[in-house]
């Protein structure tokens, strides 16, 4: 291990733009269930009954109430310090870096926060290609607005409603069939065509179109590092692979 990480460190030396790809697996540690691991969401509930846009249509109380829950889970975990170092990273090297997270918790925003020390985070901010947990969109208009801080999901009745046009507020997350963010994919996809690396963390890479992130930076001659205590279908394409957790890899890999 300690040669697979002094490779992997010597590729991110040697390059001038990086890009991070991250997914579930690197907020595991911070007590973020995963969605396909051992306690991964998918093994006990069923995307088609909460995570699509018509299960949203079919029932809304239902999908809002499964949200507060998840809400109510991420509010409890605070970013580790895999979050913490690569947002030490991308601060160090702005604008040579991009954060690309499928992640909805918000934790590589904290942890980019938490990294300054009060200076502007901004240059660690990732490109969340899912969305957010904490917002919420119209189902109407699109209008988006801060998450609410409560949801009474005790009726469809009580559900909140868009100030403006009156139509269902839902969280502005994105759901299975529906398409991605067009200048958020763009600007992603961009960043990693552009670097000579991309770190990959904690994603099966199962999920499309996200799953094109590192295939863009290999088809532009760059190299992936992945950072995962499983294999996944881009094992055999990185050049290096770190077997095991992000948490303890992270702050050695990017000192
Ligand atoms: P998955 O649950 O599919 O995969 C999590 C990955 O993290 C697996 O490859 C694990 O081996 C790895 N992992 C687990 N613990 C880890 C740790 N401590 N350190 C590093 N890696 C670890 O989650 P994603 O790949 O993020 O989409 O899933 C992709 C998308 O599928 C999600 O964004 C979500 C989901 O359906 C939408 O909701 C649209």
């Known amino acids: 291990m300690k040669d697979l990480l ?91 870096t991009a954060v690309i997270t499928q992640n909805v918790d918000g934790l590589h925003r904290e942890a980019a ?16 290609l899912h969305g957010s947990l904490f917002r919420d969109r119209c189902s109407g208009c699109g209008a988006r607005t801060e998450a609410l801080d409560s949801v009474d999901v005790s009726s469809l009745s009580t559900l909140p409603r868009c100030g403006r046009c009156g139509a269902l507020l839902r969280p ?3 759901w299975f069939g529906e398409t991605l963010e067009a200048v958020v994919l763009a600007r992603a996809m961009a960043a990693a065509r552009a670097a000579e690396v991309c770190v990959v963390v904690g994603t099966s890479t199962l999920v499309y179109p996200a799953a094109y992130v590192p295939c863009a930076t290999l088809e532009a001659g760059g190299a992936v590092v992945e950072v995962n205590p499983e294999e996944t279908p881009l094992s055999d394409e990185a050049a290096v692979v770190l077997r095991g957790r992000a948490a303890s890899l992270l702050p050695g890999l990017l000192a």
């Open 6 to 96: 002094e490779e992997a460190r010597s590729l991110l030396g040697a390059a001038r733009r990086v890009a991070f790809f991250t997914g579930a697996g690197i907020s595991a540690e911070s007590g973020v269930p995963t969605f396909r691991g051992e306690d991964g969401l998918w093994r006990s509930w069923r995307a088609e009954d909460l995570a699509t846009p018509q299960a949203f249509r079919r029932d809304p109380r239902l999908v809002w109430e499964w949200y507060v829950w998840r809400r109510s889970v991420v509010s409890a975990c605070r970013p580790n310090e895999g979050h913490l170092a690569l947002a030490r990273f991308a601060l160090a090297r702005p604008g040579r």
């Open 113 to 128: 926060v938490r990294a300054t020390g009060g200076a502007d985070p901004a240059s660690a901010y990732p490109l969340e």
């Open 172 to 174: 502005d997350v994105v």
